[in-house]
Nanobody
Framework: QLQLVESGGGLVQPGGSLRLSCVAS????????IAWFRQAPGKEREGVSC????????NYADSVQGRFTTSRDDAENAVVLQMNSLKPEDTGVYYC???????????????????WGQGTQVTVSS
């Protein structure tokens, strides 16, 4: 059974950093594109980043470009999202998702992803 589990969320002050992890079970992460999405209260779920199955392509939302970095941790069969210079508008529930077909040439919509984690809360506030 394919499963994704996120961790690493929490409360952080503006300007701070958090490192989210998405651990996969049931499949190796280097066979799927792994994306991060987030959803703020009252808003639609939006794409944050995408990492292709071989790491050759990455894509980021304009709002996080230069502050967030996604990478693979093969030892943990995980994909991480390093978030720096956090802003209050980064607040939301962060989800990781897997797609067998996405090449991460663009972020894509939620409908392109087959497997989802349960989400982890990120709150940026002073």
């Amino acid at each position: 059974q394919l499963q994704l589990v996120e961790s690493g969320g929490g409360l952080v002050q503006p300007g701070g950093s958090l490192r989210l992890s998405c651990v996969a079970s049931g499949f190796p992460t280097n066979t799927y594109a792994i994306a991060w999405f987030r959803q703020a209260p009252g808003k639609e779920r939006e794409g944050v980043s995408c990492l292709s199955f071989n790491g050759g392509n990455t894509n980021y939302a304009d709002s996080v470009q230069g502050r967030f970095t996604t990478s693979r941790d093969d030892a943990e069969n995980a994909v991480v999202l390093q978030m720096n210079s956090l802003k209050p508008e980064d607040t939301g529930v962060y989800y990781c998702a897997a797609s067998y077909y996405s090449g991460c040439f663009y972020l894509g919509s939620i409908y392109e992803y087959d497997y989802w984690g349960q989400g982890t809360q990120v709150t940026v506030s002073s």
